[in-house]
């Protein structure tokens, strides 16, 4: 391996001086002061600043409408447009959740039951939103395409009770899901 | 009983210009440092601390723009746990704080504020000791300010804070020639260093680096105020620069940034201890821009032939223009101060060898031919022109000489390995 030499660079008398150097820094400094405060600074219309650099100020703005498409928000249970609940229980997004945020307990559907071909669906369904970490890894592991990750990022709660999504407030969250596969219709 | 009232006025003044003009700048300069860098940076800064209005009942809180984040600061610093290390001299670390900030407050006593102001028929100057010897009690205290970072970097008794106590004292102390010696030529000009005098004189006959205006009457300066412009200009730079090495700010401020050496000195310290520090610094700061207010840029004056007409400006028998240039002063002081914030947010810090470098070699030599310069300028008219001219070749033949000694004692760059 050959050794290189290096040298510092040799800097002419201007560079030497630093004056130069320093007024151009003041006026490049001074440029985005000027700029920031006007409201005009790089980049301040695409990232929605506030008017003052930018910034987007939290609570007065929010990015609600520049969340991309694969933004990953809280996990929701959906209903369809028939109806019918599509979690079944298989429990596998609760095997596959990093933090173990979700706990399931199964069910059986009664005989009598018009989607009783379908024989599961669940009792209770916890999804503890202090452990999740929207990962998203039980909406890609679901077969059901039963549980989704919507755009809200906002969890909060006043009480550890709050913070613990039951099926109840699942379904609510979700809603009804239309243009998915209904694998349990009859076949035509 | 008019010792009784004269000591009475003199309290009052100090304790309105200390604790309520000085003081309050300082945090209100933290206050522009957080607003003007996150500007400079396209950010914001503090914007939302502001007074809980919704505890008191209102509906909705109040922001104040951020003006309660200083406040906030103090209250923070205030309240945190003020321990001591087991390992520290306790007499010197106790003692080193005060010893930062007390000198910065003292130096506030000879700085004019304001033309004087007239109350009951009794004119009353707007400064607190009109000595005759200004410059010299700034320089003469503000030296003891390098004591407080010596004893905090040592009694800390431990590596870093030790190395930035011992930096930032030879920097100070090697910047401190340079402050000297560069305003000589401003002295030598108006032939007096009573700051009061000094700014009068600004007043009436032009700032020192704006001399549009002579006796009351705009006009283009003659030839050797044009020529003297120079010196001045020079003296200005060399004293800015060094006002900036002083107070260890940036570009000079290796002792103490936190890349560097932690904290630097003030590692050791908690709430209170630090908060004086910090005060110091800003202080220190507050001070450098008044004095070179005052000597560079006239000081409390408006200019521009409006001073007198200021001065004259009265509500009965209350005149009240000295309060006009308080304010005319202050607005000035933070528009240095902002440039202070501006150099601080631009600049990269120097190397410690630079930094010594420049304080030894290039600022001593350079504010020595300044004086020089200035000598040989402003004794022109009374000399004959064979004096000057062989003044003018001597002054050329000695500032080569000095550049060609600096300029071969420069050691070589060594190639990293034999």
């Keep these: 391996m050959a050794v290189v030499k290096l040298k510092r660079p040799k800097l002419n008398f201007g560079e030497k001086i630093y004056f130069g150097a320093l007024i151009k820094g003041f006026l490049l400094t001074l440029k985005h002061a000027i700029k920031s405060i006007l409201g005009k600074s790089i980049g301040a219309d695409s990232l929605a600043s506030s008017g003052l650099g930018v910034t987007m100020q939290f609570p007065e703005q929010r990015w609600d409408t520049h969340l991309p498409e694969y933004y990953r928000g809280a996990p929701a249970l959906v209903t369809d447009e028939q109806g019918r609940e599509r979690c079944v229980s298989c429990q596998l997004c609760e095997f596959i959740c990093p933090p173990k945020a979700i706990r399931i307990t199964p069910s059986e559907i009664p005989a009598n039951d018009k989607w009783a071909k379908v024989e599961k669906r669940p009792l209770e369904f916890d999804i503890d939103m202090t452990r999740c970490i929207y990962c998203g890894m039980c909406e890609e592991v679901c077969p059901e395409q039963a549980i989704f990750l919507r755009k809200d990022y906002l969890i909060t709660g006043r009480s550890r009770a709050d913070m613990l999504h039951d099926k109840k407030r699942l379904y609510e969250i979700g809603g009804v899901r239309t243009g998915l596969v209904n694998k349990w219709n009859e076949l035509k | ?418």
């Design chain 2, 1 to 418: 009983m008019p010792d009784l009232l004269s000591i009475a006025i003199l309290l009052v003044k100090i304790i309105a210009l200390t604790f309520c003009v000085v003081l309050p700048l300082v945090p209100v300069s933290v206050y522009f440092e957080r607003r003007f860098c996150a500007v400079i940076q396209d950010r914001v800064g503090p914007n939302r601390t502001g007074i809980p209005l919704t505890l008191l009942g209102f509906k909705k809180d109040f922001h104040f723009f951020g003006l309660i984040q200083p406040i906030a600061d103090g209250v923070k610093l205030f309240l945190k746990e003020d321990f001591t290390p087991v390992h520290v001299r306790k007499t010197f670390y106790w003692l080193a704080p005060m010893l930062t900030v007390a000198p910065a407050l003292i130096t506030v006593c000879v700085i004019p504020f304001g033309s004087p102001i007239t109350i009951f028929g009794h004119t009353e100057k707007l400064i607190i000791a009109d000595i005759d010897i200004g410059p010299l009690f700034v320089f003469a205290v503000s030296s003891l300010s390098v004591y407080g970072i010596t004893l905090a970097g040592w009694s800390s008794n431990s590596k870093f804070p030790f190395i930035g106590g011992v930096r930032s004292t030879a920097q100070m102390i090697s910047y401190e020639i340079s402050l000297g010696l560069s305003i000589i030529p401003v002295l030598l000009y108006y032939g007096d260093l009573n700051l009061g005098k000094i700014v009068q004189q600004q007043a009436d006959n032009g700032w020192l680096l704006l001399p549009l205006w002579k006796n009351g009457h705009l006009g283009l300066p003659d030839l050797q105020t044009t020529l003297f412009w120079i010196p001045a200009f020079i003296a200005f730079i060399i004293f800015t620069i060094s006002i900036f090495a002083e107070t260890n700010r940036m570009p000079f401020d290796l002792p103490e940034c936190e890349t560097e050496l932690v904290g630097g000195y003030h590692t050791e310290y908690s709430s209170m201890k630090f908060a004086l520090f910090f005060m110091g610094e800003y202080a220190a700061m507050v001070i450098g821009s008044a004095l070179i207010v005052t000597l560079f840029l006239g000081g409390w004056s408006v200019g521009f032939t409006a001073d007198k007409w200021i001065n004259n400006l009265h509500i009965g028998s209350f005149q009240f223009g000295g309060l006009v240039h308080l304010v005319t002063f202050l607005v000035k002081l933070i528009v240095f101060i902002l440039f202070f914030i501006l150099v601080r947010w631009t600049v990269p810090r120097f190397r410690y060898d630079q930094l010594m470098k420049l304080g030894w070699v290039i600022f001593f030599e350079a504010a020595l031919i300044n004086v020089f310069l200035a000598a040989l300028i402003i004794a022109a008219p009374q000399l004959t022109a064979s004096i000057i001219t062989t003044g003018a070749v001597l002054l050329v033949a000695v500032t080569a000489t000095v550049i060609w000694v600096a300029r071969i004692s420069e050691d070589k760059p060594k190639p990293l390995r034999a």
